[in-house]
């Protein structure tokens, strides 16, 4: 079994803030040793893994949890203030922007200087010089000083370079993201082609469907300490469970601090002749009790209350939910569905139900029309009824899955609230 390309050992970096740092020599020599070493910013805590050679090997994470930091430590350009790193075989890394380039060098200039960096003879470089410039696509530009070149090209021409020295160990930051399409594309078969040759690439991204598909290993750190290492499908997924999870908490309670247990009553403006008209909503649970909201996935039900001015024989109701963006989503109409039978003056209710509510977590809205039998002639129209809530667990992919309706059950006709 060959030995592992990298490994962390125990490691932590701590960088220092600014009111660490010594405002003069005096300072410097008379408090250091009354200084905390705790105090100061630890992106990196505690880190231990180690990366097999040949492996592909990702790392994940939310802004700030100390994957770049890491990845500068495997490269040498920070030291850790814990722990050590081993490393078996040379080393190309593409960080950031510019990293590596001398801005009044031109490109051509900057390619020599990088396999310099990397202990690489000006011959090695030379023989590598046509399909270095070659792969980056700047030729009209390989001999302008690198400083007038944009973003886009500096990462043309510290990918070209970085791939092209032949590495052992190759390590790749999230730059490639400031890259045209095809030149990504292109970058992904390069490195797909590394990968065939055995080079141990250690790559960084917030993109999990491109860690998933290049990395076979990959390593989730939060705040800056390791929370779980293994195949790259399973810590992504692991990591995304955990995302959605934040997210759908923080949302819920935010819609519950706002909405609070609240009767939704009825805002919108109605048209229509009046001999029907629908004064006020509830949602209901399986229980038949008010609740504040509907719940991703579980049974729901809204109860209409309407008041008739006169007897109406078989009033059509129907209801729609938009989404808060004024899209349609679905409904449900008592048409074909049940007779409401005669409607005398007074008031009255009747209930649209959802045995599985197939709307992602979110704010919806709800209108309500109300005809005559033959749907000729409008009683009563609310575009924007109520406002809905849904909360819950965000497994649905968009807003809805199809087959979403509300089924209408039988009205029920009272004297009174």
């Not at 008379?30 to 100061?40: C, H, Q």
């Not at 609070?260 to 009046?274: F, I, L, M, P």
């Amino acid at each position: 079994m060959s030995e592992p390309a990298i490994v962390v050992d125990n490691v932590s970096k701590r960088f220092l803030l600014q009111q660490d740092r010594a405002s003069s020599l005096k300072e410097l020599f008379t408090t250091r040793r009354d200084r905390n070493p705790e105090r100061g910013f630890w992106a990196v805590r505690d880190v231990s893994l180690e990366i097999p050679t040949g492996t592909t090997f990702g790392l994940i994470g939310h802004n700030g949890s100390g994957k770049s930091t890491l990845l500068r430590l495997m490269a040498g350009i920070h030291q850790p203030t814990r722990g050590s790193i081993t490393s078996r075989g040379r080393i190309s890394a593409l960080l950031e922007l510019g990293s590596g380039f001398h801005p009044d060098l031109t490109g051509r200039e900057n390619i020599y200087l990088n396999g310099a960096m990397l202990g690489l003879s000006r011959k090695d470089m030379h023989r590598n010089l046509d399909r270095i410039v070659e792969f980056s696509g700047l030729e009209a530009f390989i001999d302008q000083p690198v400083k007038v070149y944009s973003s886009g090209m500096y990462v043309r021409l510290g990918f070209a370079v970085a791939v092209h020295v032949e590495p052992e160990i190759l390590l790749v930051d999230e730059v490639m993201a400031v890259g045209d399409e095809e030149f990504q594309r292109r970058c992904l078969e390069h490195m797909y082609g590394l990968r065939r040759d055995g080079v141990t690439i250690v790559f960084v991204s917030h993109s999990l469907g491109l860690v998933e598909s290049i990395c076979e290993q990959a390593a989730w750190l939060d705040h800056g300490r390791l929370l779980e290492m293994g195949p790259a499908s399973e810590v992504c997924n692991s990591y995304l469970d955990r995302v959605n999870s934040e997210e759908n908490q923080r949302r819920t309670a935010e819609m519950i601090e706002r909405d609070a247990e609240r009767t939704v009553e009825v805002v919108g403006e109605h048209t229509g002749s009046g001999e029907v008209r629908v004064f006020h909503i509830d949602y209901l649970n399986p229980g038949i009790e008010r609740i504040p909201h509907f719940t991703t996935g579980q049974p729901g039900r809204m109860r209409l209350w309407y008041d008739a001015a006169e007897t109406v024989e078989s009033p059509v109701i129907t209801v729609d939910v938009f989404h808060e963006n004024g899209s349609h989503i679905f409904g449900g109409t008592t048409q074909g569905q049940i007779d409401t039978g005669v409607v005398a003056p007074g008031q009255g209710f009747i209930d649209f139900v959802m045995e599985d509510v197939r709307l992602t977590p979110g704010h919806y809205f709800v209108g309500v029309e109300v005809t005559d039998r033959d749907g000729l002639h409008t009683l009563d129209k609310c575009k924007r009824l109520i406002d809905l809530k849904v909360v819950g667990a965000n497994s649905l992919r968009g807003l809805t899955v199809s087959g979403g309706e509300f089924y209408p059950l039988e009205a029920h006709h009272v004297d009174s609230l």
